[in-house]
Each structure stands twice: as C-alpha cells, then as structure tokens.
C-alpha cells in the first residue's frame, strides 16, 4: 500500500484529503508543518508527499531544499500547494523539482486524487 | 591818372632837355676856364636823374603790363641820349661814380624796362652798352683814337646837343604821340569797355529780366504745385476723416462685440490658466505654444524654458518621449494613456488634435491627475483581491465536505438532513461562483491574467460549455439551437479555459434571464478574416438608457435585479476582457422585454494577448 504524507496546516484540508485519500486505499500520514513534515519524511520515507508551500516554522520550499540535500530523499515525488496559481513560490517549487501542483483557491478533490494517481498509481 | 601820368612824361622830357642844355654849357666853361665840374655833377643828382626816375616809377606804375607801349626808333634814340650822358659822367667826373651809377641803372632799367617796356633782349643790349662804354671811358681808351677828353666831350656833346635840337622835339612829339596814342588806345580801350560794360549791363539787364521772367513762371508753377499738394493733400486728409469715420463707425458698432470677445479671451485664459489639469498645446509645427501652470507644477519645469520648442527637444520631460511617436502619426483620433510621471503622481494623458476645417492646427494635450482615482482602485482591487483569496479555498473546503457527507462517505443521511445540505452546497456554489469572477475581475486589473494560447476549434469548445448546461437548459424549458457552420472552422489561437469562461457568461446569461419556454439560439460564422460567434435570446432584454454600461464592473440590468436576485454584474465585464484580450470586438443588441443578442468575433490569424 502506497504511503502518503500530507504537509499541511489546515486543518479541514488535512481531513478532506486524509478522508478521500484513504477512501481511495492510500496510507496516509500527516504533518503540520514544515519541521515535523520533514522529520516524517526521514521516519517514513513516503511514496508520495503532498506539500504545502505556504506553512508556520518551515515553509514548503524550506522543506524542498532541505530534501534536494539528499539524494535519496529527493527520489520522493512532491505534488505542491499553493494559494495561487501564479506565485512565486509554486514556480521555485517546481525549480527545485515538485512533479505537480494543487491550486487552493481551485480546490477540486477529485482533480487531485487523479494527480496522486497520475503520479504513483492506486 | 593818364593825366598825371602825360604830366610825369612830359615834364622828365623836358627836364631832360633843359638838363643837356646846361651841362653842355657848364662843360663848355669849364673847360674854358678851368673851374670844377662839381657844379654839373650837383645839377646832374638834383635835377636829372630824381626827374628821370620819377617819370620811370610813374610808368611802372601806371602802365599796366599788356599796355605796355612798342619799342620804336623816337625810344631807342632817348635811351641812347641817356647812355651817352651816362658816359659823359664816368668819363668827366670819376670812373668809379659811373660804374656804380651804370650797375644802378642796369638794376634798375632791367627790371622796368624788361618787364613792364622793353623785350628783354632790348635791355640787354642797352645794359651791355651802358657797361662798355663806361668801361672805355674810364680805360681812356677813347684817347687814343681822339685828341683830348675835351674834344670828345665837346664833340659828344654837340651831337647830344644838336640831337637834342634836332629830335629832342621829335622825342618829346613821338613820347607826346605815344601818349596821344596811349591816350587814343586808352579811349578806344575805355569806349570799348564801356562797351563791353554796356553790353553786359544789357546782358545782365536782359538776363535779369529772363530770369525774372522764368522766376516768375517757376514762382508760377510752384504756387501751381502747391495749391495741387494742398489739393492733394486736402483729398488725403478727407480721405483719412472718411477711414476715420468709417473705423469710427466699426468700431462704435463692434465695441460691444470686441469687449465682449476680449471679455470672453480674458476669461477663457483664465479658464485655462486655472485648470486643475495641466493643459499643453502644440502648434501645427510641433512647437510648444502653450502651457498652463499646473502643467508647469506637474513637469516642475518654467514655461519660458519651453516655449515655442519643438517637441523633440523637449526629452527633458518624460511625457514628450512618448507624445513624439504619437504625434508622428499624423492621427486625427484622441489618444488616451497612463503616465506614471513621478512616485506619487499618475497622470492620464489625452492627446486631441485641434482641427479647424479638417486641417490640423495643433494638438491638446490634457493633463489629468489620477493618482488618487489609480491609488484608491489599487486598494479595492487589493482589498477584493485578498478578500477573494481569503474566501475561495475556505469555500471549496467547505464544497468538498459537503459533497462528501451527501455522498455518504461519512455516514448515512436522513432525508431532511440531505435537504438542508443539498441547499447549504447550492448556496456555497453561488458563492464560489461570485468568488471566482471576483478573482478573475481582480486579475484582469492587476494584469495577472495570463493567457496561455493554444490552436483548438471554436466548435468543439462551445459545445463542451452548452454541455454544461444542458441540464439546466431542460429544466428551464429552454427551446435550444446550436447553428454549427456548414463547413469546418479553421482552428484559432485561444486560451480555452478563458474562451470558454466568455461563452459561459453569455449563455448563462441568456439561460438566467430568459421567460419560460423561450429560445437560444447559438450560431457559428466564418466570415473574411474572423470567426463570429453569435448568441440569440427571447428574454428580458437590456433597457435602452442601460446599455452603454452593459460591460462596465457590478453592472447589472434593473430588469434583471428585479428578475433575479442573485449575480455579481461581472460576468459581461470578463467576457469582454476576454474577448479583447484575443485582439477579437464584442457588441450587442438588445430590446427590453424581446431579448439580446451578443456578438463576438475573433481574428483568424493570432490572438493578440497582452
């Protein structure tokens, strides 16, 4: 079963995605901010990671440049979240290697559970 | 003065006579008994020579050079007398008395005679004469060829003597003769130059009176003249009082009028020279020709630096960088723009030309401060910005709770329970609608909408939106035609997402405000160089005074209000947008309760996306 980690702060995206993503037969885990999602990222190593770029502690990109440090780590396909869809942030994150993208504002559930799938299957 | 002159003359001649008279009887006596010829030397000094002299100088004196007599023989002879006594006395008294006397005589006869009685060669022979004999006398070489000075004077004066006798007279009658002659010549003279006097007294008379004459026809035409300059100058004058009164009268008539347009000019300078804008003309040449103080205060730049530059010059300030490409262009449209002149100071620019008869005699350049219009639009766009932002992913959160509880992924519903959440997502729906043309109004403002263009079928895009909305196209009752071109439409540049945003907001539009059992029709067209897209319905139609406002922000039709309560007035402002932003036009026609129709068309070449 593919393992999931969710980075976000939100609490009712958090449930949404927890919710329909293990609906749909992920094992999900959960992160709340940027550190933590890091040291989960190390505990777990997960399949796939689902970041936001905008956090408390350690934001998103944060969080990137700290897995591009490792090579093993960096092998993790990260589908980011941002506000918009023209930040500055979502075009560094997809610099810096995030294979996809959600835009919040945009938040569509069903478009995101096909974006997981696209990346790593059910 | 002839008197006086035959006077001298004649007394020196006789005097002359007298004198050889005596010294011949002196030297006589003398000699006979032997006394001093001192006595004949004394006679000599006080009678002869001082009357002699004075008769010479009186000659000089009056004989003016050309009246000079001719020599002839009667002169000669008297000179020969005088020379011969000359002798007498060298030889008898003391040879150095003669010489001086001769060196005297010479001076003196040269310079009379010469110039004013005898050619000079005469007196040179008679200067030359006097000396030789003199030089001989007192040599006494005579005595060699003559028995004693006695003799010789005795004989010389004889001759002297009987030559006296004999011409004497002759010399006196000949000198008296000359004088007669003098005298006649003179007359002649005298007559003639009375004559000659009198001619030119006539002449001069007869001048005088020809003169007079033509004086006095030159004082004839001169009057004449005058009294024509005084005519003429009398038209002149009446001519002037004419013009006068003319003016006069034109300007008593236009008085009012020309107060009332320099009224009028002081008042529309004032105008302009009090104008919250700033105002700029340039004359036909691109020159500066006026400039009003606020346009000096926007510039913070004097106008005397300015004036009648032209434009090009003028780079100091930055308006007129982008005012010379335009005004190259010749273009007789009004010409709008934003200059952002300073950190704080937003100007739009609005550049008419002034025509005057379809000729271009300058160009307006008004100066409109929008800081605080363009500052306060930043805040509400940011405001509705953030707001919008703050909403949307709150409100999809909230969709998508939704949408799972009535899918029972969290448990089984009542029915009642489903009911009130059905309403609670339709309403959450609406709301992420209005968020969603917010956002995209705010993004059309802050310029963040960004096209991405793709080649794709207008067909095929506008049927996935009626698609969308058969659904509700049934439950309203809608008779619905799509009118698909006969042939395929060529495919165009557009971004899809924002295509179909426009005909959405079309179609909603006629779906949202058409009466029962209405129709829409949508039709397809290929025309010249476009693609018309053209949507047809029967419902309530735009009020005529509202239509000009129709793609304006937060417009919404009364009709429409009345008719349904929901919808932002965004809707048409996007499409729009949209719409331009494909370099395509949007227009329609509408008639209050029969319905509208919409129109766009796009280029068929590229879409023009800022």
Redo the contacts between chains.
């Keep these: 079963m593919s393992k999931i980690l969710i980075v976000e702060d ?1 609490g ?2 958090i ?2 995605l927890q ?2 993503l293990e ?1 749909e037969g992920y094992d999900v885990e959960v992160a709340r901010d940027g550190e933590e999602g890091l040291k989960k990222i190390k505990e777990i190593w997960p399949d796939l990671i689902l970041l936001d770029l905008e956090m408390p502690k350690m934001s998103g990109l944060g969080v990137m440049e700290e897995i591009n440090k490792n090579p093993a780590l960096k092998r993790i396909p990260i589908i980011v979240m941002s ?2 869809g ?1 930040s500055f942030e979502l075009k560094r994150a997809r610099e810096l290697g995030a294979k996809d993208w959600i835009i ?6 069903p478009q995101i559970i096909n974006k997981v799938v696209q990346q790593i299957g059910r | 003065m002839e008197d006086l002159l035959v006077q001298n003359i004649r007394f020196a001649n006789r005097a002359r006579f007298f004198l050889f008279f005596l010294f011949l009887i002196f030297s006589l006596f003398s000699k006979l008994i032997g006394i001093s010829l001192s006595w004949s030397l004394i006679e000599i000094f006080i009678l002869f020579l001082p009357a002699n002299f004075i008769s010479e100088i009186s000659a000089i004196k009056i004989w003016p050079k050309e009246k000079a007599p001719q020599i002839n023989s009667s002169y000669f002879a008297h000179q020969l007398i005088e020379i011969l006594l000359l002798f007498e006395i060298g030889y008898l008294i003391h040879p150095l008395l003669f010489f001086l006397l001769a060196i005297f005589y010479i001076i003196f006869s040269y310079f009379t005679f010469s110039q004013r009685v005898y050619p000079r060669i005469i007196s040179l022979i008679l200067i030359i004469g006097y000396f030789s004999f003199g030089l001989l006398a007192h040599f006494q070489i005579l005595n060699y060829y003559f028995p004693s000075p006695f003799f010789l004077s005795f004989s010389l004066t004889s001759v002297i003597l009987i030559c006296s006798v004999f011409f004497g007279e002759k010399i006196s009658e000949s000198s008296e003769n000359i004088l007669e002659i003098l005298k006649g010549k003179t007359e002649e003279l005298r007559e003639k130059e009375s004559q000659q006097f009198r001619r030119e007294d006539e002449f001069r008379r007869s001048r005088t009176a020809w003169e007079r004459e033509m004086e006095k026809r030159l004082k004839e035409i001169l009057s004449l003249k005058e009294n024509l300059d005084q005519e003429k100058q009398k038209e002149k004058e009446l001519e002037e009082k004419i013009a006068e009164m003319k003016k006069f009268q034109e300007s008593t008539i236009n008085q009012e009028v020309r107060k009332k347009i320099k009224e009028m000019k002081d008042r529309n300078l004032t105008i302009i020279e009090s104008f919250s804008d700033g105002i700029l003309v340039l004359d036909e040449e691109n020159k500066l020709f006026l400039i009003n103080p606020q346009a000096e205060l926007f510039f913070d730049i004097k106008a005397e630096e300015l004036m009648d530059k032209p434009i090009s010059e003028l780079t100091k300030i930055p308006v007129f960088e982008s005012l010379t490409n335009f005004l190259e262009q010749k273009t007789e449209k009004i010409f709008r723009k934003e200059l952002p002149l300073k950190k704080n100071l937003i100007l739009q620019v609005t550049i008419s030309p002034l025509m005057k008869e379809k000729e271009k005699m300058g160009t307006l350049i008004v100066l409109h401060d929008i800081t605080r219009e363009k500052t306060v639009e930043r805040i509400k766009t940011e405001f509705v910005s953030l707001s ?2 703050q909403l ?3 409100l ?2 909230i ?3 939704l ?2 509880i009535l899918d029972g ?2 448990g089984e519903l009542n029915k009642e329970q489903r009911d009130f959440l059905e309403k609670t997502y339709k309403s959450n729906e609406r709301m992420i609608s209005l968020i969603n043309d917010l ?1 995209n109004v705010t993004r059309i403002e802050e310029g ?1 909408y ?1 096209y991405q263009l793709l080649s794709y079928d207008l067909v095929e895009i506008t049927q996935s939106v009626i698609d969308s909305y058969k659904g509700e196209i049934e439950r309203k009752d809608i008779k619905f035609e799509f009118k698909k071109p006969e042939k395929k439409l060529p495919k165009i540049l557009v971004d899809e997402e924002k295509i179909k945003i426009a005909i959405e907001n079309l179609l909603d539009n006629a779906v949202r405000y058409i009466f029962p059992g209405g129709k829409i029709t949508i039709s397809l067209e290929l025309l010249e160089n476009e693609i018309q897209f053209k949507i047809e319905d029967t419902g309530i139609g735009i009020p005529r005074d509202e239509q000009p406002r129709v793609f304006t922000k937060f417009f919404r039709g009364v009709n429409a209000i009345r008719m349904e309560t929901e919808g932002s007035g965004l809707g048409l402002f996007v499409t729009k947008n949209i719409i331009e932003a494909h370099g395509g036009r949007i227009w329609f026609k509408s008639e209050e309760g029969k319905g509208s129709t919409f129109y766009f068309a796009l280029p068929l070449k590229k879409g023009k996306i800022e």
């Design positions: 939100e009712i995206i449930d949404l919710k329909k609906k506000e918009a023209d919040k504002i945009e938040f569509d559930l | 919008a932002h949307r992913t709150p999809s959160a969709k998508w709770t949408r799972m992924d969290l956002l963040r960004i």
